[in-house]
């Protein structure tokens, strides 16, 4: 059964910096075509995709943020992390991990919602 | 970056009615896929490599299409269907999702 969560700070301050983990089990992030992506929601808009970090090491970011985002992987561990750093009040979202095989996401976290306010 | 235009944004709709959604890639893409977001809870794979239903998708949805147009279809809808349907592409980085279609009834 493959199950992710997602878990990081839920109010931030603009100007810091965004740390998330998603936990998984399931799956490993060491089996050859697996990768983990982090997509977001901000409420009333659509998904935005941000980065991702495959079975090999390779990783891809979307470069609207890419500045801004460093994703990596603990793989005995099962989980995968995001930092982004310099938040503002645009980076207000839901925040969910998924797994992608065929690069399409087959299974995702519940969300953890995350604002950014002053 | 591939940008993907859904339309309706919004559709209202009866229950036992067809509908169709549609998305539309400003560069051809090999599959797309779909999700169902209902209420506030967490996209689910709906249909994946263009016409493929994903696990305990019921077989009144159907997707097809090619190249830069692909479509999703209800045939015969029930209350359930009532969510927002969001198309994706993963030809090419970045992954990008269109902008969904909220869908009432």
């Known amino acids: 059964q493959v199950t992710l969560k997602e878990s990081g700070t839920g109010i931030l301050q603009p100007s810091q910096a965004l740390s998330l983990t998603c936990s998984f089990s399931?799956?490993?992030?060491?089996?050859?075509?697996?990768?983990v992506s982090w997509i977001r929601h901000p409420s009333g808009k659509g998904l935005e995709w941000l980065a991702d970090?495959?079975?090999?090491?390779?990783?891809g970011y979307n470069p609207a943020l890419k500045n801004r985002l460093s994703i990596s992987k603990d793989t005995s561990n099962n989980q995968a992390f995001l930092r982004i750093t310099s938040v503002d009040t645009a980076d207000t979202a839901t925040y969910y991990c998924?797994?992608?095989?065929?690069?399409?996401?087959?299974?995702w976290g519940p969300g953890t919602m995350v604002t950014v306010s002053s | 970056e591939i940008v993907i235009i859904q339309s309706p944004t919004t559709m209202a709709a009866s229950p036992g009615e067809k509908v169709t959604l549609t998305c539309r890639a400003s560069?051809?893409?090999?599959?797309m896929h779909w999700y169902q977001q209902r209420s506030d809870i967490s996209p689910k794979l709906w249909i994946y490599e263009t016409s493929k239903l994903a696990s305990g998708v019921p077989n009144r949805f159907s997707g097809s299409g090619s190249g830069t147009s692909f479509s999703l279809t209800i045939n015969s809808l029930e209350t359930e269907d009532a969510a927002t349907y969001y198309c994706q592409q993963g030809n090419t980085y970045p992954w990008t999702f269109g902008g969904g279609t909220k869908l009432e009834l």
């Open positions: 970090i495959c079975w090999d090491d390779g990783k």
């Open positions: 399931g799956f490993s992030l060491s089996t050859s075509g697996i990768c």
């Open positions: 998924a797994r992608s095989w065929e690069w399409y996401f087959d299974f």
């Open positions: 560069s051809s893409v090999s599959y």
